[in-house]
């Protein structure tokens, strides 16, 4: 959560073991949105 800009930033950890930022929605306006992306994980990041 970035307090400043009132932003929640999603990160994923990549097999490199590396974080990286979720492409699809690198930034959600609020943490429902935040938890909607990834319950809704286009891309198989969070949950496989």
Do not use: M
Request: glycine share 8%.
């Amino acid at each position: 959560y970035v307090r400043t800009r009132d932003v929640w930033h999603l990160f994923w950890k990549r097999a490199d073991g590396k974080w990286h930022r979720y492409e699809p929605c690198p930034e959600a306006d609020s943490l429902g949105a935040a938890l909607r992306t990834i319950d809704e994980d286009a891309n198989g990041c969070f949950f496989g």
